[in-house]
Every structure is written in C-alpha cells, then in structure tokens.
C-alpha cells in the first residue's frame, strides 16, 4: 500500500476512517436516533464519541440524501451544522461539511470544517467556486440526479468505466474551477444511482478507481444493498456488512472510509491494512 496525501487531512499511510455525524431527523441509517431533540448537544456528544473511539475525521450533515427525504432549506441546514462544526472543531476534530449548497460549504468552512464532502458530484458551479474561494479538501462523489430520482438512473452499460469517466470528468471541472486537485479525493458513490450489483461491482474496482490518481473514499456503511445481503436486515442491524465492505475497501487501496460505526471499523482497518502491506506496527 502506498502513503497518500489529501492536503488539509492527518498524513497517514493507512486508511483513515470518516464517523458520521448526521444532524438530521430523517436519515437513512440512523433515522434521527441520533438527533432526536434537534439539538446540537445531541449531535455534539455523538461526534465527540466517535472522536473517543478514533475517528480521523468526522462528517457533519444537515440534509439527508434518503430518497425522498425532504429537502431542507439554507437556513435550516446552517441552523443545524454550524454549531455542531464550531464545537467539534473546538473540541479538535479534523471536520468535513456534507452538504451540496455553496452558503453551508463556506459557512461550515468559516465554523471550522477543512473538507466540503458533496455528494451532488459537482454539479453547482456555485459550490465548486466556493470551495475553490475557502482553499478545503473536496470529495467528489459519483451520483446521478437527485436523491428523489436517482433509483430510476441506475442503468449502465459498464458501471465502473462509466464512473471512472465521470470522476475524471468531474476532476477536470474542479481544476477548472480553481481547486487545487492536490486537495480532492473521489467517491464511486455506492448506493447512489447504484443497484446492489453495481455497489459491488465498484467495490471490486477500487484498485482501477485508484488510477484517477486521487485518494479514493467509501462510503459502504450500513447502506440497503448490505441489507439485501444480510436477510434483509435493516440499517442498524448492518454491522457485519459495513464491515465487510471496510475490508475490501483498505485491500482495493481506498484511503477513506465513511462509517458509522467507528470503533469497530478502526480495528478491522488496522487488521486489513497489516494484510496489505504486512507491517503490524502502530
Ligand atoms: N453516503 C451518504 C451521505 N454522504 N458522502 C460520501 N462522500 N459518500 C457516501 O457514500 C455518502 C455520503 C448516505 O449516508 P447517511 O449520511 O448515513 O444517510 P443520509 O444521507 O440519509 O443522512
């Protein structure tokens, strides 16, 4: 395994595992269990638990991208990270903003964010110049659509050549727009626009995503082509899964992993990574 780099994120030659902080009521995974109350406390105290159980870099999110979620509008998203970003940035936390509107990315960047994690692809000019203005890290995410339609794009005639285009084609915008790629990482974007085959079939394609010459991140964890698999178990009861995926995703050479359950990932990170690259050391 080669060391990476994402400027703006801890040098490390290992994986780093990304702890989902969905500050949300309606998200897939969680549904709302972890913001119950719409408090930011709430959120907080979840992020500052995965910080514990050692995540690297912790993802805060105010929309979800369930499909047919509702959407929530500026304000209300900014209502619900900026606070949730401030003190997990206090508290030492390397942050990312997932969001797709320019006013969350430059507000959760002013808040203390160093990563603008969209899972639009790029698609708002708008937020690739608003990156481009705050100097983040950027993770450019495959998808088609939006979150409402997306199930009805998942046809392709070559589901890995077809991401890899649009990753490189998305990479090219982001030059364009003034980023410096040096600070971008790419995303197949499994579960969007994605039937379980073709989660799987980028999961195996990992090591060819690698050649777009950016880190490449995974977002496996607890997502529905895990519950097809598992017996139709639901979101919480996907551990097992997501692990799985966590594993094939150090062995295919991803450099992020985007994960809910934490604690567990990082162990079985370690243990993948000692597989690849045969160094048991810390
Ligand atoms: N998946 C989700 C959200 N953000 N970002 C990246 N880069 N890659 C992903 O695969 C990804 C993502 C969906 O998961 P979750 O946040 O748990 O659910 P929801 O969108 O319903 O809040």
């Known amino acids: 395994m080669t060391s990476w780099s994402l400027r703006g994120l801890p040098e490390r030659a290992r994986c780093l595992v990304m702890g989902v902080v969905n500050v949300t009521p309606d998200s897939f995974s969680d549904g709302g269990v972890l913001y119950p109350d719409g408090h930011p406390q709430t959120a907080i105290a979840h992020g500052l638990r995965l910080l514990e159980e050692g995540a690297d870099v912790l993802d805060v999110g105010g929309e979800s991208t369930r499909p047919g979620a509702t959407p929530v509008p500026v304000e209300e ?121 073709h989660n799987l079939a980028l999961l195996r394609a990992l090591p060819q995503l690698r050649g777009l010459g950016r880190p490449v991140l995974v977002g496996a964890s ?26 094939a995703g150090v062995l295919g050479g991803a450099s992020l992993l985007r994960v809910h359950e934490v604690r567990a990932t990082v162990r079985v990170a370690r243990v993948a990574h000692a597989i690849a690259t045969a160094d048991v050391g810390a």
């Open 77 to 197: 998203e900014l209502r619900r990270v900026v606070p949730v970003i401030e003190a997990l940035a206090d508290a030492g936390a390397v942050v990312s903003v997932d969001t797709s509107k320019p006013e969350v990315a430059r507000a959760g960047v002013a808040a203390g964010a160093v990563i603008v994690n969209d899972v639009s692809g790029g698609a708002d000019p708008e937020l690739l110049a608003a990156v481009a203005e705050t100097g983040a890290a950027y993770v450019l995410m495959h998808t088609r659509g939006t979150p409402a339609e997306m199930a009805g794009l998942a046809h392709y005639e070559d589901v890995v050549a077809e991401v890899y285009e649009f990753l490189a084609e998305g990479l090219a915008r982001c030059q364009a727009a003034g980023i410096d790629l040096a600070r971008v990482a790419v995303d197949p974007g499994l579960g969007f626009a994605k039937t379980a085959d």
């Open 222 to 247: 607890r997502k529905s082509f895990l519950g097809r698999l598992l017996d139709g178990a639901g979101p919480d009861d996907r551990l097992e899964g997501s692990l799985a995926c966590a594993a």
